[in-house]
């Protein structure tokens, strides 16, 4: 599922095309909703938030998530039909394997933009007051958590918990004060990281714990389905420490 910086980099991608602003030609796809709503719509501007790739027009706003297989091409199409794509007098977005649907109103009232690791408006302090009204929670879980951490996903989580070397299956209420702040700032910090490496095609080169079988001090990594959800953990026993 792509994480939050890769959905900066679409956006990034999206915005060099310059159809901002301009009226969409046509509007294609299997989406389950009106798509034809948007056709001779002009486009105010585009958004993210988290995994969220957000195209906002002048009363409403279609949000598109890319999920675990989801995919898109730009100035280009597969031989399959896209899930919605759009057509402009001189480009085209097609998204595959995604969910579509529409938000009325204003974003504002949607969406808590503190959250957003990638976001301007992110807020540290708040993030740390929203961990305490966790405290039974474990780590591998909260960082998971899209209104806590928009954006972050099994990769930040593995590499942000080896930096700070926090053991997944540690409780929030055990973490103490400076390691609970650690944890949120490099949350942030390491989302950064992951954006600057995907735009150099050198991600999976940093990658200290996520899929590897030994951590850079050499010691054995263990993969665990850890937390409510059972999703993968890679940690270092050695490393890391469990608060409890």
Same mark, same amino acid.
């Given at each position: 599922?792509?994480?939050?910086?890769?959905?900066?980099?679409?956006?990034?991608?999206?915005?060099?095309?310059? $159809?901002?602003?301009?009226?969409?030609?046509?509007?294609?796809?299997? @989406?389950?909703?009106?798509?034809?709503?948007?056709?001779?719509?002009?486009?105010?501007?585009?958004?993210?938030?988290? #995994?969220?790739?957000?195209?906002?027009?002048?009363?409403?706003?279609?949000?598109?998530?890319?999920?675990?297989?989801?995919?898109?091409?730009?100035?280009?199409? =597969?031989?399959?039909?896209?899930?919605?794509?759009?057509?402009?007098?001189?480009?085209?977005?097609?998204?595959?394997?995604?969910?579509?649907?529409?938000?009325?109103?204003?974003?504002? !009232? $949607?969406?808590?933009?503190?959250?957003?690791?990638?976001?301007?408006?992110?807020?540290?302090?708040?993030?740390?007051? =929203?961990?305490?009204?966790?405290?039974?929670?474990?780590?591998?879980?909260?960082?998971?958590?899209?209104?806590?951490?928009?954006?972050?996903?099994?990769?930040?989580?593995?590499?942000?918990?080896?930096?700070?070397?926090?053991?997944?299956?540690?409780?929030?209420? @055990?973490?103490?004060?400076?390691?609970?702040? !650690?944890?949120?700032?490099?949350?942030?910090?390491? @989302?950064?990281?992951?954006?600057?490496?995907?735009?150099?095609?050198?991600?999976?080169?940093?990658?200290?714990?996520?899929?590897? =079988?030994?951590?850079?001090?050499?010691?054995?990594?263990?993969?665990?389905?850890?937390?409510?959800?059972?999703?993968?953990?890679?940690?270092?026993? #050695?490393?890391?420490?469990?608060?409890?």
């Amino acid at each position: 599922m792509p994480e939050g910086p890769s959905i900066v980099i679409l956006k990034e991608f999206v915005k060099e095309l310059n $159809v901002e602003g301009q009226t969409i030609r046509k509007v294609t796809g299997t @989406a389950d909703l009106d798509i034809k709503r948007m056709q001779n719509q002009k486009i105010i501007t585009f958004k993210t938030w988290g #995994k969220h790739f957000l195209i906002c027009f002048k009363d409403f706003t279609l949000r598109i998530h890319l999920m675990m297989f989801g995919s898109y091409r730009i100035n280009s199409h =597969k031989e399959s039909k896209p899930k919605i794509g759009f057509q402009f007098e001189n480009a085209e977005i097609n998204f595959y394997t995604c969910a579509a649907n529409y938000i009325e109103g204003n974003l504002n !009232e $949607v969406y808590d933009w503190t959250a957003d690791i990638m976001g301007k408006k992110w807020n540290t302090k708040n993030t740390i007051e =929203k961990l305490k009204k966790e405290p039974q929670a474990m780590v591998c879980d909260v960082l998971l958590d899209q209104q806590i951490f928009a954006g972050a996903g099994n990769i930040i989580k593995n590499e942000v918990l080896y930096r700070t070397k926090i053991q997944p299956q540690s409780n929030i209420r @055990a973490l103490p004060a400076k390691k609970l702040k !650690e944890l949120v700032e490099e949350t942030k910090n390491y @989302a950064f990281d992951f954006l600057k490496w995907k735009k150099a095609n050198t991600l999976k080169k940093h990658w200290e714990v996520y899929s590897k =079988k030994v951590c850079p001090q050499h010691h054995k990594v263990t993969k665990q389905e850890l937390g409510k959800n059972k999703r993968v953990s890679y940690y270092c026993e #050695k490393c890391q420490k469990q608060y409890n």
